[in-house]
């Protein structure tokens, strides 16, 4: 009995500090967890480069396979955690430059990852770093809140693969999100779910399709150590799956273009 009273306690710890932010005074992003954020990326952009060739295994599969990047996906930092996950997924049938056409249609984001993303806009594209700017949504528990964002990415194209890096610029918490008081807040200030956002998009041509593999890096607010058991399972099942999605929703928008362009053959290979 003594057991799980403990348990149901700590569930009640866990679910506090997932509501608390929305009551509380808002949190603020310290600049030795940015030091630590950017330190990371430059380690995991710098792999990119002589990273080996995506594949997803020997044989071709449309599924999506999500793994953590690293340990159990995420690695503590100064007042706050990253979260790192790799998903890898075949597109069948599928070309680069059919892919790169969905990559870089900013414009239609709110399309094709809805109904998370709300909005999204290009500001500046064909210079060789790209910007542009997304609002949308998590919802963690029952609680929701809403991002206003910008992102730059950078991109090396060959014929046959690449890579496009893309980090957040701005993030801006949207607190009482879709309700009549919602307000923006100060960037870098709000409940810390999302402090930054980066993700490496690695693609290569072969097999009579395309790989993708997506690594995703997130860095949130710290999660207390007293309920830290239970928080984080639920954290990551939530990165596994935004992960998932957006494998999943590249590959179906890539799907849907390629079918527009070369008749019916994708829709048979589905």
């Not at 700017?133 to 998590?138: C, I, K, P, T, V």
């Not at 395309?210 to 939530?238: C, G, M, Q, T």
Request: charged letters at 20%; glycine letters at 6%; aromatic letters at 8%.
């Amino acid at each position: 009995m003594a057991h799980a009273v403990k348990f149901i306690r700590q569930i009640t710890l866990a679910l506090t500090f997932f509501s608390l932010p929305m009551t509380a005074a808002n949190l603020t992003l310290k600049p030795a967890t940015i030091k630590s954020w950017n330190s990371y990326l430059q380690q995991a952009e710098a792999r990119v480069e002589n990273a080996p060739a995506v594949r997803v295994s020997a044989e071709r599969s449309v599924t999506v396979r999500v793994e953590p990047a690293v340990g159990n996906g995420t690695v503590p930092v100064p007042d706050g955690l990253i979260h790192d996950w790799i998903g890898t997924t075949f597109i069948p049938n599928a070309t680069v430059a059919q892919l790169q056409a969905v990559v870089h249609d900013y414009d239609h984001y709110k399309d094709i990852y809805a109904p998370t993303v709300i909005d999204s806009k290009a500001t500046d594209v064909g210079n060789g770093r790209e910007t542009f700017s997304m609002e949308w949504f998590r919802k963690v528990l029952s609680i929701t809140t809403g991002l206003d964002a910008d992102y730059a990415n950078t991109q090396t194209a060959r014929a046959d693969g690449g890579y496009v890096i893309t980090r957040s610029t701005r993030i801006q918490e949207i607190r009482n999100f879709g309700r009549e008081n919602e307000q923006k807040l100060p960037a870098d200030t709000g409940s810390g779910y999302i402090w930054r956002v980066c993700s490496i998009l690695r693609y290569e041509q072969a097999d009579g399709g395309v790989y993708l593999r997506l690594e995703a890096i997130v860095l949130s607010r710290d999660i207390p150590h007293a309920v830290r058991w239970v928080a984080s399972p639920i954290v990551n099942h939530l990165s596994r799956n935004s992960v998932t999605a957006t494998l999943t929703q590249t590959r179906g928008a890539v799907q849907t273009r390629s079918g527009k362009l070369t008749g019916d053959a994708l829709a048979q290979a589905r």
